[in-house]
């Protein structure tokens, strides 16, 4: 089973400061794909950034980018210059990748979250 | 793109009453998701469908939960009866798979149900 982990249930950050968020995560897979989503007050599940496990380039859109480790099942999310707007929840999100067509495939394994509260 | 469609947005409906919730997919779509998320244990994957046939229900809490996908535009979540420990929000989200696994899904809006 894959399991996901944050173990930062809140965090705050001044803003237009930087912010690390963490994600470990447990799989036996080798080929996979790894996700972060921002849920703000408005609940509505908004996908940030990924990162396919095969590249070991590290994801980045715009202010957001992320620090993928493989070897230590590590995929943290900074967020630069942060923004009010960037007040939300953010889940860490594991997918398998393979062409085997079991029940597992195309399912998400969420963690349980980091609530981010950015400061004026 | 109207995104993935849910209704209602909220529910407040009587213990024992049925509860039908109501999710219209990404047209292209062929991978169907819904989630309850609660305080208590975060998101949970109740069932999956692809191709509208459902693959992985071990989810599904007990007996009292249904879903069905009639055709590749339409979902509905049922709970018959309900209870108040049913209280959550409940996501339905779709994809496109195989792409799916690259581009993860697409959420809507979820429902917010309250069981009084």
């Known amino acids: 089973a894959q399991t996901v982990t944050q173990s930062q249930p809140e965090m705050s950050v001044q803003e237009a400061e930087t912010v690390t968020l963490s994600c470990t995560y447990d799989?036996?897979?080798?080929?996979?794909?790894l996700f972060w989503y921002k849920q703000p007050p408005s609940r509505q599940m908004i996908l940030v950034i990924r990162?396919?496990?095969?590249?070991?380039q590290n994801a980045t859109e715009n202010r957001f980018s992320v620090n993928f480790q493989k070897a230590a099942k590590s995929f943290s999310l900074k967020i630069s210059d942060s923004q009010l707007g960037d007040t939300a929840m953010y889940f860490c999100?594991?997918?398998?990748?393979?062409?085997?067509?079991?029940?597992?495939?195309?399912?998400?394994?969420f963690g349980r979250g980091t609530q981010l509260t950015v400061w004026p | 793109d109207a995104g993935v469609i849910q209704s209602p947005r909220h529910e407040v409906t009587e213990m024992g009453q049925e509860v039908t919730l109501r999710c219209k997919p990404i047209s292209g779509h062929n991978s169907l998701f819904w989630y309850r998320q609660t305080m208590m244990r975060g998101l949970e994957l109740l069932i999956y469908?692809?191709?509208?046939?459902?693959?992985?229900d071990s989810g599904m809490p007990e007996d009292r939960f249904s879903a069905k996908m009639p055709n590749a535009s339409f979902s509905t979540l049922k709970i018959q009866p309900s209870e108040p420990r049913d209280s959550a929000v409940y996501f339905c989200a779709s994809s496109f798979t195989p792409n799916g696994q690259r581009y993860g899904y697409t959420f809507g809006s979820g429902t917010r149900l309250t069981v009084v």
């Open positions: 469908f692809n191709n509208n046939v459902p693959i992985d």
């Open positions: 999100a594991f997918m398998k990748s393979s062409s085997d067509r079991g029940s597992t495939l195309g399912r998400l394994y």
């Open positions: 799989t036996s897979e080798n080929n996979y794909y």
């Open positions: 990162q396919e496990a095969y590249k070991q």
